[in-house]
């Protein structure tokens, strides 16, 4: 059964206004997700963020404060142990996710430069604000968040068009 160039059109602006809705729905996300972030990451009383300190510390050997936690798993918990290196990742896991799915042009490196940018950006501002601490390997975790947030987005983006194509084949 053939279709008629009307039937056509109408298919193909209805397949643009659905793509620019889901486009839309992910900036609402996206936008939703950095408030939260700055929250927790600024503002949240749960992590200790809520005043500067006298005494501030910082990390800029790459690798030390992960191998810390990794050896004094024991003592610290581990809850302590998974907050801060799968949570670091997994923070940034919707970043990688909704800055894909916001965006036209997208790709594995451009979302690999943007989750480290960010990252750096927060820990430039938990330097000179003294909340939190400045520490490489935060940014290391959340740029692997960040990129495994695209590859979550291209799997996903990849299954959708799969069963786009089917469907229109059905048609």
């Known amino acids: ?13 209805l397949g643009i206004k ?22 927790f990451l600024f503002v949240a009383e749960w992590y200790g963020r809520t005043a500067a300190t006298e005494e501030y510390r910082y990390n800029l050997e790459l690798f030390k404060e992960i ?17 801060n290196l799968f949570g670091n990742i997994l923070i940034f896991v919707p970043y990688g996710f909704f800055i894909s799915m916001a965006s036209r042009s997208r790709g594995f490196f451009k979302t690999l430069f943007c989750s480290m940018g960010l990252s750096l950006c927060v820990e430039i501002v938990q330097l000179f604000t003294r909340v939190g601490s400045f520490d ?10 960040g990129v495994l947030g695209y590859v979550l987005f291209a799997i996903c983006n ?5 069963h786009h194509v089917r469907n229109r084949k059905k048609r």
């Open 18 to 39: 659905k793509t620019s809705i889901i486009r839309a729905f992910g900036k609402v996300l996206f936008l939703l997700y950095v408030g939260f972030l700055i929250y």
């Open 136 to 145: 490489v390997d935060d940014i290391l975790l959340n740029t692997i968040g």
């Open 158 to 162: 990849r299954i959708r068009r799969k």
């Open 67 to 83: 191998r810390r936690f990794i050896t004094y798993r024991e003592q610290l918990g581990n809850f302590t142990v998974f907050a």
């Open 1 to 13: 059964m053939s279709r008629s160039p009307f039937q056509s059109i109408r298919g193909n602006i």
